[in-house]
């Protein structure tokens, strides 16, 4: 779905799960994540790592991030930079390089064409969990597969040019009045509002790109289809998740599930971890 990017600041308040802009981060982390993914390297649990999509920031997952380290687990949400799937996907890539142990890969939206490629090469990412996400094959791009499968998106968005560091391109929004439409209807307009003023842009690039992996073809993976999206249309997800043979749940949600749902999206990514631990822990396993 390089210019230079505001990266945002999760805001880990259970009251406040919407999107918030903040400081400059490069990562958005629960407290002192890097030392306990280390020290998790060789406990029961496997890191969870939240990949956000685009128009939105690491703190979409507050909600999320609270349950999965109530039952435990270390969470890592790093900023997604939205510049460019093959930029994207580098980047996150280098986050999950830092992690020790097992990984459960999350990815929403425009993230999971992300984690798609970041875990390619990663024999660590055990579980990927796609959240009304898009999961391009290779060769495949966000804009391929949005022409199949149309959605009210494509309208509902404004350009913005864009120049920094000698590059120059063309970023993406939603526009303010369509932003509680297309992207979150089951939420309050209150906090809409609020998403659409804080939203971070994505650049043309990070949807037009083709995918140059598809982890999804060698790792196992779980799909959650939000029945009444209209930023990724649930055929689309639909599509997707039988071609990658992901176990699946449907659920009435808007785009933005981990917000609004976000006790299912956790029991999926619960699902996940269950499987990477048994898997690793079989006496089969390499």
Known sequence: MTASVVLGLIRRTSRTPFVVAGCAVALCTSATAPAAADADASGSKPTVVLVHGAFADASSWNGV????????????????PLRSLSNDSTYIASVLDSIKGPIVLVGHSYGGAVISSAAASNPRVKSLVYVSAQMPDKG?????????FPSPLASATTSVPFR?????????????????????????????KLMAATQ???ATTAFSEKATAAAWRSIPSWALVAKQDRSINPDQERFEARRAGSHTVEIDSSHVAMISHPDAVTDLVLQAAAAADSARTSPTAS
């Open 164 to 192: 920094a560091n000698g590059v120059s391109g063309t970023d993406l929004y939603i526009r303010p009045d369509k932003l509680h439409e297309v992207f979150a209807a089951d939420l309050p307009e209150s906090t809409t």
């Open 65 to 80: 991030i609270a349950r999965l380290e109530r039952r435990g687990y270390t969470v890592v949400a790093p900023a997604n």
């Open 140 to 148: 495949e791009s966000g804009d391929t597969l949005s022409a199949r």
């Open 200 to 202: 971070r842009p994505v």
